[in-house]
């Protein structure tokens, strides 16, 4: 048999939200065997049902048969060998009867019976442990939520004993409920099985016994069948028992753990700190503004991931970004009484999120780790060994601040990435000899921008009184430019982003580009994109509004110095745009499109452009280019490979419409 999933009773005490996410799976799994079973049972109901009807007829039939003797007919002359015959039929009826009743007995017994038995206990224990497990949970976090109140300062005692105890009272009985309903989840998962098979077990064998009478053979093929299955049954049956034996001995171990497992700040006066960690996962409580004076707290799981401070409700699949911690500085805060309290600031020295710990421990060892990630030590080679260097003669915990200046002054492509060394208790780590031109592309850290802008000056002609607007949302000008260009090619296509590159000098850039793009929209869940419609001319690369037909953005032709599409992913392409700047100076940024159509094709109208303008300074050459490419009517080029149908690009309807 194959493998059974099974709950770990060593994480009930943790209650961490990936057990909770793992505990929703089991309980949807006996939510779906608990209708299945009802309407199995229906339908072994029905059968039980057909087969006392069944018993009902023949012995009806039986009584029939008998009755024809009886029978006055006017012309029953010569009926005595007919009734004779009827009399042997309704002796045949009459055991086959006999038979029938056995077997209904049978199918009551072997058949319905268990199903019924599986779910007035199996599954009703698996709800009542399910529902004494909420109420255990819930009567926890009412317990803590009271021990997060305690006050600060004055403490009163008693009061505090009393809550403790309370709390820890609260957390055993949540722990024991759990342990037993994660124990029937995993017992479940092997009694559904042997409560689907037996039923149809015992179905099996009366139906054997039934024929085995008229029907040797019959049986005996079954008989062959049915070994393999009883055998199965009991193979699962002895799993039970051994897994019912392993859970009971793990029960009785977890629940011999020592007090302090349960009772919350138990080691207040020297509490063992680790103040090297680099990754932090616990329960927190998170502190939200619901008006001008007032606010709430909410107790939620957080983890660090890399740089980042994530949290994840309970039943949620995976965790949500709620702080970058690059940079950032952490330190202790007096917060509405509140003990264990520390705060957040982002580089900028704007005021972050406001947590809470539920000890002097966990208070510690957050903030010792917020600030040890928000020095980049994650991104070292040896991360621990860094730690234990800066923390070696730490009292406490307190991030040095880094200037919001010193900060963008890091990312400028000037600096030497290189030779990047630790500077103000920050650790900025070198760059991997794997891949070393990737600095010379790009400069890391360099911001990306995910949104497409609608430039302010159109915004302006659109809205523009006095000015009749062009449906298309084009000037006269743009369409006059569009007829007397020579190239004009549609394609759909979906901003991902666009960065400063440093150089334009080989397609490398472009595969970086895409490269980064792509991994900063997984890293941040970044899902959304925006539609436009790509305008290929021989003066101009613009991207269209799919709905109101503006003009998002125009960048010219001759300034785009690369273009490619990728190599495994075809339908991403890329290109780089250099434009020169108001003081003079230049700067470029790869553009990162997701088209519908191959990128190979939007590559091929960019270079046929580009092949058009240098051939419009030679008539000569123009005139021969013209006449090696196929034309449309009106004497502009037309791509040989143009499949928008198939690809889905734009339809040609649409593609002549804009061509007029």
């Known amino acids: 048999m194959p493998a059974v999933d ?7 005490l943790q209650d961490s939200p990936q057990t909770r996410s793992l505990l929703s799976v089991f309980e949807e799994d006996a939510g779906t065997l608990t209708e299945y079973t009802n309407q199995l049972l229906q339908a072994m109901q029905r059968v ?5 009807e069944m018993c009902l007829a023949t012995q009806q039939l039986s009584k029939q048969l008998l009755a024809y003797e009886k029978q006055n007919f006017a012309l029953g002359k010569g009926d005595e060998e007919v009734i004779s015959t009827l ?3 309704s002796k045949v009826v009459d055991e086959l009867n006999i038979l029938h009743s056995e077997l209904a007995k049978q199918l009551a017994d072997t058949m319905v019976l268990p199903i019924i038995q599986f779910r007035e206990k199996d599954l009703t224990e698996v709800s009542t442990l399910k529902d004494l497990f909420g109420l255990a949970s819930n009567e926890h976090d009412l317990s803590m939520a009271k021990y997060s109140r305690l006050p600060k300062r004055r403490e009163n005692e008693k009061l505090k004993t009393e809550v403790v105890k309370e709390v820890a009272n609260a957390r055993r009985k949540q722990h024991l409920s759990s342990l037993q309903y994660y124990c029937a989840l995993n017992a479940l998962q092997y009694r559904k099985r042997i409560a689907m098979m037996e039923p149809m077990l015992g ?3 009366g139906q054997i016994n039934f024929f085995k009478k008229g029907a040797e053979m019959f049986s005996k093929r079954m008989d062959s069948f049915l070994s393999p299955v009883s055998n199965m049954v009991q193979s699962i049956q002895g799993e039970l028992d051994a897994e019912a034996d392993a859970m009971r001995v793990s029960q009785q171990d977890l629940l011999s753990v020592n007090e302090s497992v349960y009772t919350p700040d138990s080691d207040v006066t020297s509490p063992t700190i680790n103040r090297n960690l680099i990754q932090k996962a616990g329960y927190l409580n998170l502190r939200n503004k619901t008006g001008l004076v007032t ?8 983890f660090t991931q890399g740089g980042n401070l994530m949290c994840q409700p309970r039943g949620a699949v995976a965790g949500g970004l709620i702080q970058d911690l690059d940079n950032c500085s952490v330190m202790a805060v007096d917060c509405e009484d509140r003990r264990y309290c520390f705060q957040i600031t982002t580089p900028t020295g704007k005021s972050g999120i406001t947590l809470q710990a539920e000890s002097k421990k966990e208070y510690e060892e957050w903030i010792c780790a917020i600030n040890n990630i928000s020095r980049q030590i994650y991104l070292t080679d040896n991360p621990e060994a860094v730690a234990i260097k800066l923390n070696q003669t730490a009292l406490q915990a307190v991030t040095p601040i880094t200037s919001f200046g010193k900060k963008h002054e890091s990312l400028r492509p000037s600096q030497n990435v290189k030779n990047m060394e630790m500077e103000s208790d920050k650790i900025i780590p070198k760059e991997l000899s ?3 031109n990737c600095t010379e592309l790009i400069v890391p850290g360099t911001p990306i921008q995910f949104d497409m802008v609608l430039p302010a000056t159109e915004f302006l002609d659109q809205n523009r009184g006095g000015r009749r607007t062009n449906p298309f949302g084009e000037s006269e000008d743009n369409k006059n430019d ?3 260009s020579l190239l004009q090619q549609m394609f759909v296509v979906r901003f991902l982003g666009s960065m400063a590159v440093q150089s334009d000098d080989t397609n490398e850039v472009i595969y970086e580009a895409m490269r980064q793009v792509l991994a900063a929209r997984a890293i941040h869940n970044i899902f959304r994109t925006t539609e436009s419609h790509l305008m290929v001319t021989t003066k101009s690369l613009r991207l269209i509004d799919p709905q109101t037909q503006v003009t998002r953005t125009t960048f010219e032709l001759a300034s785009v110095t690369q273009f490619a599409a990728h190599q495994d992913n075809k339908r991403l392409i890329g290109f780089v745009v250099r434009v020169t700047e108001s003081l003079g100076e230049e700067s470029m940024s790869a553009n990162i499109f997701e088209s519908n159509t191959e990128g190979e094709k939007i590559c091929y ?4 452009g580009k092949e058009i303008i240098e051939a419009q300074k030679d008539p000569e050459a123009l005139a021969q280019l013209m006449m090696s490419m196929p034309l449309t009517n009106d004497g502009k080029f037309k791509l040989l490979n143009d499949q928008s149908e198939e690809d889905g690009a734009i339809p040609e309807e649409r593609g002549e419409e804009s061509e007029a």
């Not at 099974?6 to 009930?12: I, N, P, Q, S």
């Not at 039980?48 to 006392?52: I, R």
């Not at 606010?295 to 957080?302: A, E, G, K, V």
């Open 87 to 89: 009399h042997y039929f």
């Open 482 to 484: 569009e007829e007397d």
């Open 48 to 52: 039980y049902g057909a087969q006392n």
């Open 295 to 302: 606010t709430t707290w909410d107790r939620l799981y957080f």
């Open 434 to 436: 794997t891949k070393p």
């Open 203 to 205: 179905y099996t064998q």
């Open 605 to 608: 109208a960019i270079s046929l």
């Open 6 to 12: 099974k709950l770990l009773l060593e994480e009930a």
